[in-house]
């Protein structure tokens, strides 16, 4: 089915519409839930900001600020999402193919996932570089040196290899290739859950709000193993520096100079929008995802499979 029988290859017509319904389904999903993800920003970068609940700080902000800063930066994230999600839906279905239907194990999805998403960190970290200034540029943390010049990602990406070297594009690598375990376990326990769900109906497609469900649980897993490195990686790639941290500082340091001052709260600070925010977005994302996927293959007549 779906070219997966015979001649085994990464390039294939099923692999492609994976990789654009999940590329698809991760806009929609950013674009419904974007303010929770410029909270989480704000409360990652912002020393002086008090860890309120979400709703709390979306009141603040829009008092303070107006609407419109809830959606700050909103063109280039999406964009670069469209691109990060084709990249790895792409790579993790086109792998999966290569592997045989019979073998499908967690341990091998987690392998896969964890391909998918190195390939995705070293290929589109530095739009994320570029994303984490826009979205926070104009705000006035000290940080921001002539973020002004540039607004959107191209001229971004041009003036920061320009001005601060290739190096700074690839700001926060490290602990991002370190985050490549968010997805990977995302979605190991999705692909886990999803499979004993339809082997326990018979064979037959679980609801759409099934699907939505084990999203949600797949990323909340997910976000708590891997929080403080996101923490870590949001200041890497905006370029915040602490005073009394070398400027080269690296994932390590940053991290116990966090809990040194900070204790562990200061680790997981933003925890909660951040985990509302992946949390809804993943569900969201996985059920558009489904639902996308299904209407292309029905439309073509074309029998999906369905693992």
């Not at 070219?3 to 994976?18: A, M, P, Q």
């Not at 191209?154 to 290899?161: A, F, R, T, V």
């Not at 692909?191 to 769900?197: D, V």
């Not at 941290?245 to 809990?259: E, R, W």
């Amino acid at each position: 089915m779906g070219g997966s029988g015979h001649n085994r290859s990464i390039f294939t017509y099923d692999t492609l519409v994976h990789a654009i319904s999940g590329a698809a389904g991760s806009v929609v999903a950013m674009a419904a839930f974007y303010p929770l993800d410029t909270v989480r920003s704000r409360l990652q970068l912002e020393e002086g900001r008090q860890a309120k609940n979400t709703l709390a700080i979306i009141r603040e902000l829009i008092a303070k600020e107006g609407s419109y800063t809830l959606y700050r930066g909103i063109v280039p994230v999406l964009q670069s999402l469209c691109a990060s999600n084709f990249i790895y839906f792409y790579t993790f279905h086109g792998l999966k193919e290569l592997r045989s239907k019979r073998n499908q194990t967690a341990g091998g999805d987690l392998l896969i996932a964890s391909i998918a998403g190195v390939i995705n960190v070293l290929t589109t970290t530095p739009l994320w570089v570029v994303n984490t200034r826009l979205k926070m540029r104009g705000i006035g943390l000290p940080s921001e040196r002539n973020n002004n010049e540039y607004t959107t990602l191209y001229d971004g990406l041009l003036h920061i290899w320009k001005y601060e070297g290739l190096r700074q594009l690839w700001a926060g690598t490290m602990p991002s290739l370190m985050l490549v375990a968010n997805p990977a376990i995302q979605f190991m326990t999705y692909e886990s859950i999803k499979r004993r769900i339809i082997a326990s109906l018979g064979g037959a497609q679980p609801p759409a709000w099934m699907f939505f469900v084990i999203g949600a649980a797949a990323k909340t897993v997910a976000t708590w193993m891997t929080y403080p490195l996101q923490l870590v990686q949001t200041k890497l790639r905006h370029g915040d520096r602490y005073p009394n941290l070398p400027p080269d500082a690296g994932t390590l340091q940053i991290l116990f100079y966090i809990l040194k001052k900070q204790g562990i709260s200061g680790l997981y600070k933003g925890m909660e929008a951040k985990l509302l925010q992946t949390t809804l977005t993943a569900a969201l994302m996985f059920l558009a995802y489904e639902k996308i996927a299904r209407f292309v293959f029905r439309i073509l007549m074309h029998k999906p499979y369905l693992r």
